[in-house]
């Protein structure tokens, strides 16, 4: 099982590459949780709500077969989240990105136009975002590649 991260501030192309590189290769991607739980809900989010979605992130990473995963987006994600939103972080939510964690990352950079949607928030942070990832990334020890768009 080979399983690929792919990360990055909003608006920064995650879900393009996720699905081309599944594609490409004849993996499996792996939409983004976060997004379709938030395009449901038709409120403000709570804490409780991340915690909702951290851990159907960690149901789907706890039922894979083998194979070639894309995840657009994944726990790291969330735990930046939370610690920028809420400023902690659950205990087991650090305990499951070390029980499951990618092979590689594919970081996106903050390099193109940013594109509102209703579930998106932070057009200011972006770089912010990108360097706290990468920061979590190279904690974990685990290989990854900054993706930058050329125009």
């Given at each position: 099982?080979?399983?690929?991260?792919?990360?990055?501030?909003?608006?920064?192309?995650?879900?393009?590459?996720?699905?081309?590189?599944?594609?490409?290769?004849?993996?499996?991607?792996?939409?983004?949780?976060?997004?379709?739980?938030?395009?449901?809900?038709?409120?403000?989010?709570?804490?409780?709500?991340?915690?909702?979605?951290?851990?159907?992130?960690?149901?789907?990473?706890?039922?894979?077969?083998?194979?070639?995963?894309?995840?657009?987006?994944?726990?790291?994600?969330?735990?930046v989240?939370?610690?920028?939103?809420?400023?902690?972080?659950?205990?087991?939510?650090?305990?499951?990105?070390?029980?499951?964690?990618?092979?590689?990352?594919?970081?996106?950079?903050?390099?193109?136009?940013?594109?509102?949607?209703p579930?998106?928030?932070?057009?200011?942070?972006?770089?912010?975002?990108?360097?706290?990832?990468?920061?979590?990334?190279?904690?974990?020890?685990?290989?990854?590649?900054i993706?930058?768009?050329?125009?």
């Amino acid at each position: 099982m080979q399983r690929i991260g792919i990360i990055g501030p909003e608006s920064t192309g995650k879900s393009t590459l996720a699905q081309y590189l599944a594609k490409r290769y004849h993996g499996v991607y792996v939409p983004e949780y976060a997004r379709t739980y938030m395009e449901n809900i038709n409120r403000p989010y709570t804490m409780e709500d991340v915690e909702t979605i951290a851990k159907q992130q960690i149901e789907q990473l706890q039922h894979l077969s083998d194979g070639l995963y894309f995840f657009d987006t994944e726990l790291i994600v969330t735990k930046v989240w939370f610690d920028y939103k809420y400023h902690r972080v659950p205990l087991w939510l650090e305990e499951a990105i070390h029980a499951y964690p990618m092979d590689t990352y594919l970081l996106t950079y903050p390099d193109i136009k940013w594109e509102p949607d209703p579930v998106r928030e932070n057009p200011d942070i972006r770089l912010e975002l990108f360097e706290r990832y990468e920061q979590e990334i190279q904690q974990l020890n685990i290989p990854y590649y900054i993706i930058k768009h050329t125009c």
